[in-house]
């Protein structure tokens, strides 16, 4: 891993994140931290240029964005217009909204939408993703939905971002995943995971929980991961120094 593939979602600090004003700040405090790049997720109305010159003056890169399953899948030129905006080339679908996971009519309409959208992606020159959550793990035709969605989307229209943490929740081995998502990962949303004594699971910093990077991290590289990108979703106490100390981990641990 290079510390130019280290990149912060900015849905990990989204309550800083409402107002230019706000984003400006946030952005230097990341690239302070030494984040590369940022995935532009959970940040309020403002236009992409705006977006864009922001990332731009602090030295970020946008790596990804999110995109409401309604647009990406109903409107993808609305995607392939905000992308170009924004100076990014790739953006996930975060979840289906509304999506029944046991209903095959669901599934095969979901995959039909998603190859449809990916088409309109990659004819303009960028790449769709597809975000899984743990429901994902839910088994279809005795396999996960996740094995029967890229089973049947082909990998010019569909690539994954997959997401450490809800492969684990589902009860996925997170390096297989990666392994069989060889030449498909250009994205992957690190998160750790730890178990709590209320008999939960719960998000924390990389390194801090149970996940096992010594063996995620090479899989992943193995497999062409470009950007691996630092979320989590709720944070003991300022979500900034939780950035950091997931940051500080990786690096001492996995850059080169």
Request: hydrophobic share 40%; aromatic share 10%.
């Amino acid at each position: 891993m290079k510390i130019s593939q280290l990149a912060a979602q900015l849905f990990t600090v989204r309550e800083h994140c409402k107002t230019a004003a706000d984003l400006a700040v946030t952005a230097r405090k990341v690239r302070a931290i030494g984040y590369a790049g940022v995935q532009i997720s959970g940040v309020g109305p403002i236009p992409e240029e705006e977006i864009a010159r922001i990332m731009c003056e602090e030295g970020l890169a946008i790596c990804a964005t999110h995109e409401p399953s309604d647009t990406i899948l109903g409107h993808p030129e609305k995607v392939v217009d905000r992308l170009q905006r924004l100076g990014c080339n790739f953006a996930a679908i975060p979840f289906p909204k509304d999506m029944d996971f046991t209903s095959a009519g669901q599934l095969r309409e979901l995959v039909q939408k998603l190859d449809a959208s990916g088409k309109v992606l990659r004819d303009a020159g960028l790449t769709f993703g597809y975000h899984n959550h743990a429901t994902e793990f839910v088994r279809f035709e005795g396999a996960p939905v996740l094995d029967y969605i890229f089973r049947r989307v082909p990998v010019a229209h569909l690539v994954s971002e997959l997401d450490t943490y809800y492969v684990h929740l589902g009860g996925g081995d997170v390096t297989a995943w990666c392994q069989k998502l060889r030449d498909r990962l250009p994205v992957m949303h690190i998160k750790d995971y730890v178990f709590t004594t209320a008999n939960k699971p719960d998000w924390c910093e990389i390194g801090q929980g149970n996940l096992d990077w010594a063996r995620i991290i090479p899989a992943a590289e193995k497999s062409g991961c470009q950007w691996f990108v630092v979320e989590q979703e709720s944070c003991p106490g300022d979500p900034f120094a939780s950035l950091q100390i997931s940051f500080d981990y990786l690096k001492a641990n996995f850059v080169a």
